[in-house]
């Protein structure tokens, strides 16, 4: 094994890391706040793909194809499209089940979560589609060197996505007034619509900000693995869970430690042991890090959740 | 009020007569249709079973099957052995007469066992895997190759023809896949070559770079994906990103249009194994038309094999002149059907005779079959 094989191996682990990341951050953020797991969110990655290739197809239909504006325009339509679905899901499955026996909500989320799945796989396609590689082209064939390894432009984009979402996420919940109704409504929604909070509106944010953040991670996938597929997100979705509960669950920093420590496993697994003893080895590491610190690795923020 | 009564009656007596009916002796004959046709390999299961339901048509049209109707009973395994083990205890349930099914290897060898059990003929247009045919059931047969001819047919081309020494195995780690995997290994070093690499993956896993980072350290001349083009259309693409432009070999499994989609129509270097094409055959030419008539898409690539499957089993009941498995094996053992895809005999196992597997490469946005080298 070369330096160069490693280099180029921890880096795939990270850019694999980041990607789970921005999947986990929504998991995370819907669970800090209502402390119920989201079984849809994965969907919702997946519905984003689909909304944004046609959104992509539609630009290039009406002002031709310029590759940066298209694909910006289209995460954007992406974002609201997902943040609609999950905005839905918050409505239609999820609202009136808050009061609910804590399986109700679980229960109707993996509901959901299939019900999304055959949906698209009914009436958008039965086989892959092929991310329009025009506009990911120069993402991917354009590298950075880092010592003997190549990094491409995608990779760069993906963690540095990662890092400002986290940073912003961050930012919102422990410096805004928004921040404060979401930590207010995790503590205690009947105090917190008491003092003033509007609950539900604050809910159903937490919902189209974790959506829109889905869309976002399914657009960068589809790039990343030129395919986009209606049962995407079920691998996806679960090894971003896996992410948030090894990271601390309803933990916004957890979660993108957790994602990044899954990915390098992932990658290091692949190069030690070949990859088909990824799945024994990442939740292997799940469970060793749970039997010593049970609730993740920065804990899950049981004082103030998310 | 009277007009109604008489309705009534009426109805209640066609009911009661069409009672009798069914008590006397069942107006169809059910054939079982089971494969894939949700998931990532549903759509390359689906035109398997639209080709059975093709030839289906074309009987009942004739007349039926030894006087009676054809009624196929089309059930989804999901590519997943448990499912297909439920899926063929429904069909032993309704009373199908035989099987054309299961798709991938691992639902047909797990569902195998309980149509044999029931004694059912099961004949799968699809299913590689060496397994399925060793288990030493009478009963079922298969109208493709195996994989032990496969294997040997890639690791052969990437040797004998390419004058490779070094190549990497990446395998989906199903049944078909990882099976598959082993027999070019095996075969491959036999020849005195040396694979570099030899790992497996989830079947759901789109992210192959870091596999591919090690490829790369590895110095593999060709790299060989045993699994499905759902998984293989986007190794392919990722292999090119990350700058390797090493042969990549794949199996009947990426025999469908949607993996020269992926990879892009003029992709260079990509070849797959498969039967000898059929598109240009005199005798392929009235399925193709029908096929497109009925279902309006291309055909993938396997519905010929689901119609064939379905012809070579009707004419054998037929012969036989009941549905009893035991007899209908003997006359699928016993003579050569004509296919399109020519004449086929089957052995003792129920393995075709002669199975004839060649490498096809993408030329001009499809797969073609690959002129020999001069």
Redesign the interface.
Known sequence: MTAQTLIEILINGISRGAMYALVALGYTMVYGVLGMINFAHGEIFMIGMFACVYALGVFSLMWGDHAMVNLTLAMVVAMVFSAAYGYANERIAYRRLRKAHVLAPLTSAIGISTFLQYFIFLTVSKDSVNFPRYYSDWLTNNHLRLGPADVTYLQVTILGLTLVIMGGLYYLINHTRMGIALRATAQDQLMASLVGIPVNRTIAFTFILGSALAAIAGVMFSMYSNVLVFDAGYRVGLKAFTAAILGGIGNIPGAVLGAMILGLTEALTTLQFGSEWNDVTTFGVLMLVLLLRPRGLLGERVADKV | MRKLSLLLSLAVATMLTGCQKAQEAPATIKIGLAGAQ???D??IG?SMINGSLVAIDEWNAKGGLLGKQIEPMILDDGAQPQQAVTVAQSLIGSGVAAVIGHFNSGCTIPASRLYNDAKIVEISPGSTNPLYTEQGFPYAFRICGRDDQQGVVIASFLHDQLKLNKIAI?DD?TTYGEGLAKVVKKAFEDKGGTVVM?????K????F???L??V??SGAEAFVWGGMY?AG??LC??LR?A?LNIPFVSDDGCQDQ?FV??V?GTAQNVFVSFGKDYHNLPAAQPFLAAYQKKFNQPEGAYSVYGYDAANVLFTAIQTAGTTDAEKVSAVMKGQPFDTILGKIEFDAKGDLKQAGYVIWTVKDGKLQELAPTP
């Open positions: 949700t998931g990532s549903g759509q689906l990446l780690k030899f790992q497996g993956i989830d759901n896993d789109r992210d770079r870091a596999n980072s090690i790369q350290g759902a259309g986007p693409v990722q990103q700058g949607a989609d992926t892009g």
